[in-house]
Protein backbone atom coordinates (compact mmCIF):
# COMPACT_ATOMS: atom_id res chain seq x y z
CA UNK A 1 0.00 0.00 0.00
CA UNK A 2 2.74 2.54 1.23
CA UNK A 3 4.56 1.18 -2.56
CA UNK A 4 1.27 2.09 -4.57
CA UNK A 5 0.83 5.84 -2.46
CA UNK A 6 4.88 6.05 -3.44
CA UNK A 7 4.34 5.35 -7.14
CA UNK A 8 1.61 8.19 -7.49
CA UNK A 9 3.45 10.58 -6.05
CA UNK A 10 6.02 10.20 -7.91
CA UNK A 11 4.16 9.72 -11.46
CA UNK A 12 1.85 12.54 -10.55
CA UNK A 13 5.03 14.37 -9.48
CA UNK A 14 6.67 13.36 -12.78
CA UNK A 15 3.76 15.04 -15.18
CA UNK A 16 3.84 18.22 -13.12
CA UNK A 17 7.99 18.40 -13.70
CA UNK A 18 6.92 17.65 -17.68
CA UNK A 19 4.16 20.42 -17.48
CA UNK A 20 6.71 22.81 -15.96
CA UNK A 21 9.04 22.36 -18.07
CA UNK A 22 7.01 22.90 -21.03
CA UNK A 23 5.20 25.96 -19.77
CA UNK A 24 9.13 27.26 -19.60
CA UNK A 25 10.39 26.33 -23.00
CA UNK A 26 10.10 30.14 -23.94
CA UNK A 27 12.91 31.03 -21.34
CA UNK A 28 15.55 29.63 -23.54
CA UNK A 29 14.52 30.54 -26.62
CA UNK A 30 17.32 33.05 -28.26
CA UNK A 31 15.90 36.76 -29.68
CA UNK A 32 14.47 36.40 -33.24
CA UNK A 33 13.25 39.63 -35.00
CA UNK A 34 9.47 39.40 -34.89
CA UNK A 35 8.90 40.27 -38.80
CA UNK A 36 4.93 39.35 -37.79
CA UNK A 37 4.99 43.01 -35.77
CA UNK A 38 4.52 45.03 -38.24
CA UNK A 39 5.02 45.82 -42.36
CA UNK A 40 8.18 47.38 -41.18
CA UNK A 41 10.09 45.17 -39.39
CA UNK A 42 9.23 42.41 -42.05
CA UNK A 43 10.43 45.24 -44.80
CA UNK A 44 13.96 45.17 -42.58
CA UNK A 45 14.47 41.54 -42.34
CA UNK A 46 14.39 40.52 -46.18
CA UNK A 47 16.86 43.83 -46.56
CA UNK A 48 18.85 41.59 -43.88
CA UNK A 49 18.87 38.64 -46.20
CA UNK A 50 19.95 40.32 -49.46
CA UNK A 51 23.40 40.54 -50.55
CA UNK A 52 25.30 44.00 -50.83
CA UNK A 53 28.02 44.80 -52.81
CA UNK A 54 31.05 45.23 -50.37
CA UNK A 55 32.19 48.17 -52.56
CA UNK A 56 28.80 49.98 -52.56
CA UNK A 57 28.53 53.55 -50.79
CA UNK A 58 27.89 52.16 -47.33
CA UNK A 59 30.99 49.85 -47.24
CA UNK A 60 33.28 52.15 -48.80
CA UNK A 61 36.26 53.74 -46.20
CA UNK A 62 36.18 57.42 -45.50
CA UNK A 63 39.08 57.69 -47.55
CA UNK A 64 37.52 56.64 -50.63
CA UNK A 65 35.32 59.29 -50.68
CA UNK A 66 36.94 62.07 -48.67
CA UNK A 67 40.55 62.32 -51.09
CA UNK A 68 41.18 65.45 -50.28
CA UNK A 69 45.03 64.81 -47.99
CA UNK A 70 44.61 67.66 -45.92
CA UNK A 71 40.67 67.00 -44.75
CA UNK A 72 42.04 63.07 -44.54
CA UNK A 73 44.57 64.43 -41.72
CA UNK A 74 42.26 66.60 -40.04
CA UNK A 75 39.89 63.51 -40.14
CA UNK A 76 42.88 61.23 -38.58
CA UNK A 77 43.75 63.73 -36.30
CA UNK A 78 39.73 64.01 -35.53
CA UNK A 79 39.62 59.73 -34.75
CA UNK A 80 42.56 60.19 -32.48
CA UNK A 81 41.57 62.76 -29.95
CA UNK A 82 38.16 63.67 -30.27
CA UNK A 83 36.73 62.97 -26.30
CA UNK A 84 32.95 62.02 -27.51
CA UNK A 85 35.10 58.31 -29.70
CA UNK A 86 36.87 58.01 -26.85
CA UNK A 87 33.68 57.56 -24.47
CA UNK A 88 32.08 55.55 -27.11
CA UNK A 89 35.01 53.00 -26.80
CA UNK A 90 35.29 53.37 -23.22
CA UNK A 91 31.33 52.43 -23.43
CA UNK A 92 32.60 49.13 -25.19
CA UNK A 93 34.86 48.10 -22.26
CA UNK A 94 31.98 48.99 -19.98
CA UNK A 95 29.99 46.37 -21.75
CA UNK A 96 32.62 43.97 -22.54
CA UNK A 97 33.31 44.27 -18.58
CA UNK A 98 29.23 43.71 -17.86
CA UNK A 99 29.60 40.18 -20.26
CA UNK A 100 32.68 38.79 -18.79
CA UNK A 101 30.95 39.15 -15.57
CA UNK A 102 27.72 37.51 -16.61
CA UNK A 103 29.76 34.51 -17.94
CA UNK A 104 31.35 33.71 -15.02
CA UNK A 105 28.03 33.70 -13.04
CA UNK A 106 28.23 30.01 -14.50
CA UNK A 107 31.07 29.54 -12.41
CA UNK A 108 30.98 28.91 -8.45
CA UNK A 109 31.71 31.58 -6.01
CA UNK A 110 34.56 31.06 -3.45
CA UNK A 111 35.42 32.72 -0.44
CA UNK A 112 36.78 32.62 2.80
CA UNK A 113 36.49 34.70 6.50
CA UNK A 114 38.64 33.34 8.89
CA UNK A 115 37.32 34.52 12.74
CA UNK A 116 38.28 34.38 15.85
CA UNK A 117 36.91 35.47 19.30
CA UNK A 118 38.69 34.77 23.34
CA UNK A 119 35.96 34.61 26.64
CA UNK A 120 36.86 34.59 30.11
CA UNK A 121 34.10 33.65 33.08
CA UNK A 122 34.76 34.82 36.84
CA UNK A 123 38.70 35.52 36.08
CA UNK A 124 39.61 31.93 34.69
CA UNK A 125 41.91 31.99 31.59
CA UNK A 126 40.97 33.37 27.89
CA UNK A 127 39.71 30.23 25.99
CA UNK A 128 40.58 31.31 22.70
CA UNK A 129 38.29 29.97 19.21
CA UNK A 130 38.98 30.28 15.42
CA UNK A 131 37.54 29.30 12.56
CA UNK A 132 38.64 29.65 9.05
CA UNK A 133 36.02 28.50 7.04
CA UNK A 134 35.82 28.43 3.13
CA UNK A 135 32.31 28.89 1.66
CA UNK A 136 31.73 27.67 -2.18
CA UNK A 137 28.39 28.19 -3.65
CA UNK A 138 27.04 27.27 -6.44
CA UNK A 139 23.95 27.67 -8.71
CA UNK A 140 22.58 26.21 -11.06
CA UNK A 141 21.20 27.62 -14.15
CA UNK A 142 18.23 25.22 -14.37
CA UNK A 143 15.72 27.79 -15.58
CA UNK A 144 17.77 30.43 -18.04
CA UNK A 145 18.51 33.24 -15.50
CA UNK A 146 22.06 32.84 -15.92
CA UNK A 147 21.68 32.34 -19.29
CA UNK A 148 19.13 35.12 -20.06
CA UNK A 149 21.73 37.38 -18.22
CA UNK A 150 24.62 37.06 -20.08
CA UNK A 151 22.45 36.93 -24.07
CA UNK A 152 21.23 40.32 -22.78
CA UNK A 153 24.60 41.41 -21.71
CA UNK A 154 26.57 40.20 -25.19
CA UNK A 155 23.47 42.09 -27.03
CA UNK A 156 24.04 44.88 -24.67
CA UNK A 157 27.81 44.72 -25.81
CA UNK A 158 27.09 44.79 -29.88
CA UNK A 159 24.74 47.78 -29.01
CA UNK A 160 27.47 49.85 -27.76
CA UNK A 161 29.91 48.84 -30.71
CA UNK A 162 27.19 49.91 -32.87
CA UNK A 163 27.00 53.42 -31.03
CA UNK A 164 30.61 53.99 -31.45
CA UNK A 165 30.32 53.22 -34.90
CA UNK A 166 27.84 55.90 -35.19
CA UNK A 167 30.01 58.28 -33.09
CA UNK A 168 33.02 57.40 -35.65
CA UNK A 169 30.89 58.41 -38.77
CA UNK A 170 29.11 61.19 -37.14
CA UNK A 171 32.96 62.47 -36.61
CA UNK A 172 33.85 61.77 -39.92
CA UNK A 173 31.11 63.35 -41.64
CA UNK A 174 31.13 66.23 -39.40
CA UNK A 175 34.84 67.26 -39.77
CA UNK A 176 34.37 66.53 -43.52
CA UNK A 177 31.32 69.19 -43.37
CA UNK A 178 32.79 71.83 -42.19
CA UNK A 179 36.37 71.24 -44.02
CA UNK A 180 34.02 71.73 -46.65
CA UNK A 181 31.97 75.05 -45.44
CA UNK A 182 35.55 76.46 -44.87
CA UNK A 183 36.52 76.06 -48.36
CA UNK A 184 33.41 77.51 -49.27
CA UNK A 185 33.50 80.83 -47.12
CA UNK A 186 37.52 81.28 -48.37
CA UNK A 187 36.30 80.93 -52.15
CA UNK A 188 33.02 83.64 -50.92
CA UNK A 189 35.84 85.74 -49.58
CA UNK A 190 37.98 85.76 -52.02
CA UNK A 191 35.84 86.33 -54.53
CA UNK A 192 34.67 89.39 -52.46
CA UNK A 193 37.85 90.64 -52.16
CA UNK A 194 38.66 90.37 -56.29
CA UNK A 195 34.98 92.09 -56.76
CA UNK A 196 35.55 94.97 -54.29
CA UNK A 197 39.17 95.88 -56.48
CA UNK A 198 37.13 95.57 -59.51
CA UNK A 199 34.74 98.14 -57.93
CA UNK A 200 37.61 100.49 -56.30
CA UNK A 201 38.70 100.82 -59.93
CA UNK A 202 34.74 101.19 -61.05
CA UNK A 203 34.85 104.26 -58.51
CA UNK A 204 37.71 106.06 -59.92
CA UNK A 205 36.67 105.60 -63.38
CA UNK A 206 33.64 107.25 -62.88
CA UNK A 207 35.23 110.23 -61.03
CA UNK A 208 36.84 110.37 -64.22
CA UNK A 209 33.77 110.44 -66.31
CA UNK A 210 32.46 112.76 -63.87
CA UNK A 211 35.48 115.40 -64.62
CA UNK A 212 34.67 114.56 -68.19
CA UNK A 213 30.88 115.58 -68.16
CA UNK A 214 30.35 111.83 -69.13
CA UNK A 215 28.48 111.07 -65.83
CA UNK A 216 27.03 112.82 -62.92
CA UNK A 217 27.67 112.79 -59.21
CA UNK A 218 24.58 110.41 -58.72
CA UNK A 219 26.64 107.97 -60.53
CA UNK A 220 29.46 108.56 -58.66
CA UNK A 221 27.97 108.71 -55.66
CA UNK A 222 25.77 104.92 -56.02
CA UNK A 223 29.31 103.93 -57.54
CA UNK A 224 30.73 104.57 -54.00
CA UNK A 225 28.19 102.99 -51.92
CA UNK A 226 28.19 99.68 -53.97
CA UNK A 227 31.90 99.41 -53.15
CA UNK A 228 31.31 100.35 -49.48
CA UNK A 229 28.60 97.37 -49.53
CA UNK A 230 30.62 94.81 -51.14
CA UNK A 231 33.44 96.10 -48.68
CA UNK A 232 31.26 95.08 -45.63
CA UNK A 233 30.42 91.53 -46.16
CA UNK A 234 34.16 90.70 -45.49
CA UNK A 235 34.07 91.30 -42.20
CA UNK A 236 31.17 88.94 -42.11
CA UNK A 237 32.47 86.53 -43.91
CA UNK A 238 35.88 86.18 -41.79
CA UNK A 239 33.21 86.18 -38.43
CA UNK A 240 31.82 83.17 -40.20
CA UNK A 241 35.75 81.43 -41.29
CA UNK A 242 36.63 82.07 -37.33
CA UNK A 243 33.81 80.21 -36.13
CA UNK A 244 34.08 77.54 -38.48
CA UNK A 245 37.94 77.28 -37.61
CA UNK A 246 36.79 77.24 -34.00
CA UNK A 247 34.46 74.41 -34.54
CA UNK A 248 37.22 71.86 -36.06
CA UNK A 249 39.38 72.63 -33.14
CA UNK A 250 36.36 71.35 -30.73
CA UNK A 251 36.15 68.16 -33.08
CA UNK A 252 39.91 67.70 -33.25
CA UNK A 253 40.12 68.40 -29.49
CA UNK A 254 42.87 71.33 -29.78
CA UNK A 255 43.06 74.92 -28.87
CA UNK A 256 41.06 77.50 -31.64
CA UNK A 257 43.87 78.15 -34.02
CA UNK A 258 43.99 78.59 -37.84
CA UNK A 259 43.24 75.50 -40.41
CA UNK A 260 44.58 74.85 -43.49
CA UNK A 261 41.98 74.15 -46.29
CA UNK A 262 42.35 73.49 -50.40
CA UNK A 263 41.12 75.92 -52.99
CA UNK A 264 40.20 73.20 -54.79
CA UNK A 265 36.44 72.43 -55.64
CA UNK A 266 36.42 68.97 -56.74
CA UNK A 267 35.72 65.74 -54.54
CA UNK A 268 34.33 62.32 -55.60
CA UNK A 269 30.96 61.35 -56.48
CA UNK A 270 30.53 57.59 -56.33
CA UNK A 271 28.73 56.67 -59.42
CA UNK A 272 26.02 54.68 -57.40
CA UNK A 273 24.55 58.21 -55.87
CA UNK A 274 23.09 58.93 -59.02
CA UNK A 275 21.39 55.55 -59.44
CA UNK A 276 19.52 55.46 -56.33
CA UNK A 277 20.55 54.02 -52.82
CA UNK A 278 18.70 50.14 -51.96
CA UNK A 279 16.01 49.63 -49.28
CA UNK A 280 18.75 46.71 -47.81
CA UNK A 281 21.42 49.69 -47.35
CA UNK A 282 19.19 50.58 -44.15
CA UNK A 283 20.33 47.37 -42.20
CA UNK A 284 23.97 48.87 -42.43
CA UNK A 285 23.40 51.93 -40.57
CA UNK A 286 25.15 51.92 -36.84
CA UNK A 287 21.82 53.50 -35.31
CA UNK A 288 19.63 51.21 -36.47
CA UNK A 289 21.11 48.51 -36.01
CA UNK A 290 21.61 49.79 -32.42
CA UNK A 291 17.94 50.29 -32.06
CA UNK A 292 17.24 46.20 -32.90
CA UNK A 293 20.11 45.30 -30.70
CA UNK A 294 17.99 47.32 -27.89
CA UNK A 295 15.53 45.30 -28.79
CA UNK A 296 17.36 42.25 -28.04
CA UNK A 297 17.59 43.20 -24.71
CA UNK A 298 14.28 44.39 -24.08
CA UNK A 299 13.40 40.76 -24.98
CA UNK A 300 16.33 39.22 -23.16
CA UNK A 301 14.88 41.32 -20.10
CA UNK A 302 11.44 40.08 -20.33
CA UNK A 303 12.69 36.33 -20.32
CA UNK A 304 14.60 37.50 -16.95
CA UNK A 305 11.40 38.95 -15.36
CA UNK A 306 9.92 35.21 -16.13
CA UNK A 307 12.56 33.69 -14.84
CA UNK A 308 12.10 35.23 -11.02
CA UNK A 309 8.50 33.18 -11.20
CA UNK A 310 10.38 29.94 -11.70
CA UNK A 311 13.04 28.47 -8.40
CA UNK A 312 16.22 28.79 -7.65
CA UNK A 313 18.72 25.86 -7.73
CA UNK A 314 21.86 26.46 -5.38
CA UNK A 315 24.38 24.09 -3.59
CA UNK A 316 26.60 25.22 -1.41
CA UNK A 317 29.65 23.60 0.85
CA UNK A 318 31.51 24.76 3.54
CA UNK A 319 34.87 23.31 4.91
CA UNK A 320 38.37 24.64 6.83
CA UNK A 321 39.66 24.74 9.87
CA UNK A 322 38.84 24.93 13.78
CA UNK A 323 39.03 24.41 17.38
CA UNK A 324 35.31 24.75 18.55
CA UNK A 325 33.25 21.49 17.79
CA UNK A 326 29.79 22.08 19.38
CA UNK A 327 30.48 23.29 22.51
CA UNK A 328 33.81 21.66 22.86
CA UNK A 329 37.17 23.92 22.69
CA UNK A 330 39.82 21.02 21.32
CA UNK A 331 43.41 22.24 20.70
CA UNK A 332 44.95 21.75 18.32
CA UNK A 333 41.81 22.42 16.00
CA UNK A 334 40.55 19.89 13.44
CA UNK A 335 39.31 20.23 9.62
CA UNK A 336 35.54 20.27 8.74
CA UNK A 337 33.18 19.90 5.73
CA UNK A 338 29.73 20.45 5.36
CA UNK A 339 27.49 19.96 2.23
CA UNK A 340 23.88 21.33 1.63
CA UNK A 341 21.44 22.23 -1.18
CA UNK A 342 18.37 24.43 -1.73
CA UNK A 343 15.54 25.13 -3.73
CA UNK A 344 13.92 28.56 -3.16
CA UNK A 345 10.57 28.76 -5.66
CA UNK A 346 8.55 32.14 -5.38
CA UNK A 347 5.21 31.55 -3.74
CA UNK A 348 3.98 34.88 -3.08
CA UNK A 349 6.20 37.93 -3.41
CA UNK A 350 3.75 41.26 -2.69
CA UNK A 351 3.63 41.39 -6.78
CA UNK A 352 7.02 42.40 -7.49
CA UNK A 353 7.45 39.84 -9.87
CA UNK A 354 3.92 40.64 -11.82
CA UNK A 355 5.00 43.70 -11.87
CA UNK A 356 8.04 43.71 -12.96
CA UNK A 357 7.09 41.26 -15.70
CA UNK A 358 4.39 43.95 -16.64
CA UNK A 359 7.37 46.90 -16.77
CA UNK A 360 9.47 44.55 -18.83
CA UNK A 361 6.87 43.87 -21.29
CA UNK A 362 5.92 47.33 -21.68
CA UNK A 363 9.47 48.17 -22.03
CA UNK A 364 10.30 45.79 -24.94
CA UNK A 365 7.20 47.21 -26.77
CA UNK A 366 8.54 50.78 -26.39
CA UNK A 367 11.78 49.23 -27.80
CA UNK A 368 9.66 47.75 -30.84
CA UNK A 369 8.62 51.44 -31.36
CA UNK A 370 11.71 52.94 -31.45
CA UNK A 371 13.27 50.36 -33.51
CA UNK A 372 10.58 50.81 -36.36
CA UNK A 373 11.06 54.57 -35.91
CA UNK A 374 14.71 54.16 -36.65
CA UNK A 375 14.14 52.82 -39.49
CA UNK A 376 11.33 55.22 -41.01
CA UNK A 377 13.70 57.84 -39.77
CA UNK A 378 16.77 56.26 -41.86
CA UNK A 379 14.97 55.59 -44.80
CA UNK A 380 13.71 59.46 -44.86
CA UNK A 381 17.17 60.51 -44.10
CA UNK A 382 18.20 58.57 -47.36
CA UNK A 383 15.70 60.00 -49.23
CA UNK A 384 16.25 63.41 -48.55
CA UNK A 385 19.89 63.39 -49.24
CA UNK A 386 19.41 61.35 -52.85
CA UNK A 387 16.90 64.37 -54.05
CA UNK A 388 18.84 66.99 -52.26
CA UNK A 389 21.86 65.93 -53.80
CA UNK A 390 20.38 65.38 -57.51
CA UNK A 391 18.44 68.34 -57.61
CA UNK A 392 21.20 70.34 -56.87
CA UNK A 393 23.61 68.76 -59.76
CA UNK A 394 20.39 70.01 -61.92
CA UNK A 395 20.61 73.15 -60.09
CA UNK A 396 24.47 73.77 -60.67
CA UNK A 397 23.74 73.48 -64.44
CA UNK A 398 21.66 76.55 -64.99
CA UNK A 399 23.38 78.57 -62.22
CA UNK A 400 26.32 77.81 -64.35
CA UNK A 401 24.71 78.95 -67.34
CA UNK A 402 23.71 81.99 -65.82
CA UNK A 403 27.23 83.16 -64.78
CA UNK A 404 27.76 82.82 -68.59
CA UNK A 405 25.05 85.09 -69.57
CA UNK A 406 25.70 87.62 -66.81
CA UNK A 407 30.02 87.97 -67.59
CA UNK A 408 28.52 88.49 -71.08
CA UNK A 409 26.10 91.46 -69.85
CA UNK A 410 28.62 92.94 -67.57
CA UNK A 411 31.17 92.94 -70.67
CA UNK A 412 28.53 94.60 -73.05
CA UNK A 413 26.87 97.11 -70.88
CA UNK A 414 30.24 98.65 -69.94
CA UNK A 415 31.16 98.77 -73.61
CA UNK A 416 27.71 100.69 -74.32
CA UNK A 417 28.56 102.58 -71.12
CA UNK A 418 31.68 103.52 -71.94
CA UNK A 419 31.10 104.98 -75.13
CA UNK A 420 27.67 106.66 -74.21
CA UNK A 421 24.91 104.09 -76.12
CA UNK A 422 21.98 105.36 -73.81
CA UNK A 423 23.02 102.99 -71.32
CA UNK A 424 22.85 104.34 -67.64
CA UNK A 425 25.09 103.83 -64.63
CA UNK A 426 22.38 101.91 -63.08
CA UNK A 427 22.47 99.51 -65.64
CA UNK A 428 26.25 98.67 -65.00
CA UNK A 429 25.84 98.37 -61.44
CA UNK A 430 22.48 96.04 -62.18
CA UNK A 431 24.60 93.91 -64.18
CA UNK A 432 27.52 94.00 -61.81
CA UNK A 433 25.84 93.22 -58.86
CA UNK A 434 23.59 89.94 -60.69
CA UNK A 435 26.94 88.62 -61.70
CA UNK A 436 28.67 88.49 -58.29
CA UNK A 437 25.38 87.27 -56.72
CA UNK A 438 25.54 84.27 -59.41
CA UNK A 439 28.64 83.28 -58.61
CA UNK A 440 28.46 83.16 -54.61
CA UNK A 441 25.26 80.90 -56.32
CA UNK A 442 27.43 78.85 -57.75
CA UNK A 443 29.78 78.74 -54.68
CA UNK A 444 27.35 77.92 -52.53
CA UNK A 445 25.76 75.24 -54.82
CA UNK A 446 28.99 73.66 -54.81
CA UNK A 447 29.00 73.62 -50.92
CA UNK A 448 25.16 72.28 -50.67
CA UNK A 449 26.04 69.27 -53.37
CA UNK A 450 29.31 68.40 -50.88
CA UNK A 451 27.18 68.28 -47.81
CA UNK A 452 24.21 66.29 -49.38
CA UNK A 453 26.98 63.77 -50.41
CA UNK A 454 28.01 63.83 -46.83
CA UNK A 455 24.82 63.31 -45.53
CA UNK A 456 24.06 60.53 -48.03
CA UNK A 457 27.28 58.58 -47.11
CA UNK A 458 26.36 59.10 -43.52
CA UNK A 459 22.42 57.82 -44.02
CA UNK A 460 23.55 54.40 -45.18
CA UNK A 461 25.57 54.23 -42.61
CA UNK A 462 29.53 55.13 -44.18
CA UNK A 463 32.32 56.15 -42.41
CA UNK A 464 34.35 53.54 -41.64
Not at 287 to 298: F, I, N, Q, S
Not at 316 to 321: K, L, N, V
Amino acid sequence: MNNNLIKRILGYGGVAIVAFAFSSCHIYKKYELPTDASPIVEDYAKALEEKVDSTSLPYLGWKDIFQDPILQGYIEKALENNKDLENARLNVDIANAQLKGAKLSYFPSLSINPNGAGASYAGSTINWTYTIPAALSWEIDAFAKILNRKRGAKTNLEMMQDYEQAVHSQIVCGVANIYYSLVMLHQQLGLTKRTSEIWEEQVTSMELLKDAGRTNEAAVVQSRANYYNIKSTIPVLENSINQLQNSMSLLLNEYPHEWTVTGDLTFTIPEEVINGIPVSYLATRPDVRAMERALATAYYTTNSARTNFYPSIVISAQGGFTNLLGAIIKNPGDWFIQLAGSIVAPIFSRGQNIATLEAAKAQQKQALNNFEYAVLTASADVSDALVNYNKCVEQNTYLQLQVDQLEKSVDYTNELFMYNQSTTYLEVLTARSSLLAAQLSCITNWHDRASALISLYQAVGGGR
